[in-house]
Nanobody
Framework: VQLQASGGGLVQPGGSLRLSCEAS?????MGWYRQGPGKQREFVAS???????QYVDSVKGRFTISRDIPENMVILQMNSLTPEDTAVYYC?????????WGKGTQVTVSS
């Protein structure tokens, strides 16, 4: 199983970035986690195949998760970014009892 994430980069506060993650096969659950400097990895957003979405409170109203089911992709649109969003973002996929992780993509929000 492969999870290929892309879309990170450097952006100014208030800016936007779009992260994409393509999986090598279909998953019931796909989501995003992040790990900021000196912090533990935390849940950011997730979306099930049936359309259910979840977000951590700190990103509600700013981030939007979506999925391209036929393409086995999960997308995270991040708007109104703040320096507190700076982290390595990881794509995750779950099927049954198996959890898979992609390599992280760095998001840096700085002026």
């Amino acid at each position: 199983v492969q999870l290929q994430a892309s879309g990170g980069g450097l952006v100014q506060p208030g800016g936007s970035l779009r992260l994409s993650c393509e999986a090598s096969r279909s998953f019931w659950f796909m989501g995003w986690y992040r790990q900021g400097p000196g912090k533990q990895r935390e849940f950011v957003a997730s979306m099930f195949k049936d359309g259910q979405k979840q977000y951590v409170d700190s990103v509600k109203g700013r981030f939007t998760i979506s999925r391209d089911i036929p393409e086995n992709m999960v997308i995270l649109q991040m708007n109104s970014l703040t320096p507190e969003d700076t982290a390595v973002y990881y794509c995750s996929a779950v099927e049954g009892v198996e959890t898979y992780w992609g390599k992280g993509t760095q998001v840096t929000v700085s002026s």
